[in-house]
C-alpha cells in the first residue's frame, strides 16, 4: 500500500470530530536507560515491572475507543524498549484511525530504534510518523545532561540511520528536540546552528525545564534563557525546508514558544489550558490524567473503566488556567483551539511562500 499521509486540513476536521482530545499522550513504559537531570518523570522511572505495564490486547481496546484520533505522542521511559512498539502504533493507526504518531527518543539503542523505525512505517502506511531526538547540547554537555558517556555520539548514529530510512519513506519525520537547562543556556545558540548545519530535520523545538526535575538547580533563569532562545530558534525558523507543511510546524512551534514566554513572564496565558480537553495522559498501567504537570491525582483508570478514555473523560471536573510552561500543553492549544488557529492562520498568511528546495 502507498503512503498518502494526512495533510493539515483533514487533521483539523478530524479534531472537530474526535470523541477524544485530539493530542494524546502514552507513557507506554516506565523503562528508561538514561538519568536525565531535567527529567520531570523521574521518580516513576524503571519503577513498575513489564507484567504490570498495559498489554497489546490492553492497548487495541483502549485505542477502539478512540476513534477518529489526530495525534499521538508515546512517551516513557524510553519508548522504543517496548519490543511491541510496532504494533501499539497498528493498533492505533488501524483502530483509533490515528493521523499522526511522536515518538522522543534517548538515541541510546541506535540499531534498535532503525529497525523498530522501520516496522512501524510498514504497519502504518498511512499515518506520519515523528521520530524526536533528544540532544540537548554538543558533545559531553549532552551526555553530562543525560547521565550517559557517548549518549551524543549515539544519538547521532541515531540520526544517520534513521535519515537513510526517510530517504525511502517520505512519511517519516524527524525532530530534534531540546531541553533548555543551566547545563546547556551557554550552549544553546551553538546547538541550534549544529542541527542547522549538519542534521537535515524537519523541525527543531526549545523547550523549558517543566515539572520538577531530578535536579532542580538545572532551571537557571527560565525567563530570560528561554527569550534568548526562542529568538534565536525564530531567527533560523526559515532556514529549514521549503513546502506548505514544513512552514506550518515552524510557525506552530514560533507561536507555542511566544505562548510559552507569556505565561513564564507572568502576563497569563494566550490561550485556555486545554488540559483533560484539548489534550489528555495515559500511563503505562492504565491511569489517565488531563496532563503531565497534574499526575499525582489521576482522573480514572482504564483497567477499571472497560478501557474507555471518553467515558473517563466526560467525568472530570471543570479544568482552571493552570499558568505552566509544560511546552505539549501549548502546542495542543495552537493546533486545536479556535484562538489558536486564528493566530496561526495570520501568521501564515502574513509570510511569503518559498519555493523550491525540499518539501516538508
Known sequence: MSRRPYGFVSMALRSLSSPTPPYLIFFVTSRCDARCVTCFNWRNLNSKPKEQELTLEEIGRIADSCKRSVFLSLSGGEPFLRDDIAGICEAFSTRAGTMMINIPTNCLRPAQIRDRTLQ?????PRTILQVELSIDGIGAVHDTIRGVP????????????????????????????????AYNRHQIGDLMEFVERNMSVDDHSIVPVHGEPRDESVRGDPIEDFREAAALADSLRHRGRAGFRALVFREVQSLARQSILDVLGGTGRRFACPGGSKIAVIGETG????????????????????????????????????????????LAAVLFSTRGRLGLARRIAGLPFRRGGKTG
Open 287 to 330: 491511569l489517565v490524567y488531563p496532563c503531565e504537570s497534574m499526575m499525582a491525582e489521576p482522573l480514572g483508570d482504564l483497567r477499571k473503566d472497560d478501557y474507555s478514555l471518553p467515558r473517563i473523560l466526560s467525568r472530570r471536573s471543570a479544568d482552571g488556567m493552570c499558568q505552566c510552561g509544560w511546552s505539549c500543553a501549548h
Open 150 to 181: 557517548g549518549n551524543f555520539e549515539k544519538a547521532l548514529e541515531t540520526y544517520g540511520n534513521l535519515r537513510d530510512l526517510q530517504k525511502e519513506h517520505p512519511g517519516l519525520r524527524l525532530k530534534v528536540c531540546s531541553v533548555l537547562n
Open 120 to 124: 512501524i512505517l510498514q504497519a502504518c
